[in-house]
């Protein structure tokens, strides 16, 4: 059986943080090696680099308008009680990000700002259509000064 090819839809990995990532890596949805970024107690954006010639940062995908984006959020806790998590657009590369707001589908909580204070993995999803030129995923840990590699976010997303 083959490997499973990426469909035009699939965004792949758009955050991936721990407390301590000493050199861990993801391959995005591109195919690049990128280092997964280090979770704090501030909201932080993923860091990557485009593919070698390209232009696309896959951390902060141009989407256009769309009807819909499913992310599913890995989340694991050992130090942090908690881990917050926005969803940002804006207009164009000039203008400033703005939240987004989100529906946790198994609470069924509409806000910007989504928290996730159990290990598990969760559906969140826009609440309207999502007509923005590019967005990016932020996130914070809460509930400790130092994390370690058990505490983590990781984002995986589909558009529609």
Partial sequence: MGS???RANNLGILYDKNGLPAGATYVDIA???QLVGTLTGSYTEQVTVPATGGVV???HPYVGIRDAISMFVDVALL???SVKMKLQG???STTAWTDIQLVREDTGVVAAEQTFAATG???VQTASILAVSQIRVVAEA???VEYGEGDSIVV???VQ
């Fill in 4 to 6: 499973a090819q990426p």
């Fill in 31 to 33: 195919g690049v090696t």
């Fill in 57 to 59: 940062d896959y951390s």
């Fill in 79 to 81: 130090v942090a009680t």
């Fill in 90 to 92: 804006r207009y164009d």
């Fill in 121 to 123: 993995t969760y559906l």
């Fill in 142 to 144: 809460a509930g400790g």
């Fill in 156 to 158: 995986r997303a589909w």
